[in-house]
């Protein structure tokens, strides 16, 4: 499984940039696909996870409420919405999978994207 995550860039704060992940395999619901982030000099933190199982969805405190994931099985792609973005959320952040849930680690790791909020 390839993964592909792209949409980052110098985001201001407050601002509502899209991350996107992009696999074949995302057509199919039974991916679980998480989003991860590292800044620097931090470790990596589970940002969101959806599970294929059930379509639950999982957030860190940190943006619980200002972020959303979902999916677009026609598109093979799953969505990070991240709105009124602070400059802590400066990092990259990178999309991951695996086909059991989120409570297992992630098997599949795409390329990272950076994100930095900054005016």
């Known amino acids: 499984v390839q993964l592909q995550a792209s949409g980052g860039g110098l985001v201001q704060p407050g601002g509502s940039p899209q991350l996107s992940c992009t696999a074949s395999e995302f057509s199919k619901d039974y991916y679980t696909i998480a989003w991860f982030r590292q800044a620097p000099g931090k470790e990596r933190e589970r940002v969101s996870c959806?599970?294929?199982?059930?379509?639950?969805?999982h957030y860190a405190d940190s943006v619980t409420g200002r972020f959303t994931t979902f999916r677009d099985n026609a598109k093979s792609t799953v969505y990070l919405q991240m709105n009124d973005l602070k400059p802590e959320d400066t990092a990259i952040y990178y999309c991951?999978?695996?086909?059991?849930?989120?409570?297992?680690?992630?098997?599949?790791w795409g390329k990272g994207t950076q994100v930095t909020v900054s005016s």
């Open positions: 991951a999978a695996n086909i059991l849930s989120c409570y297992y680690d992630m098997e599949y």
């Open positions: 959806l599970a294929g199982t059930d379509g639950g969805r």
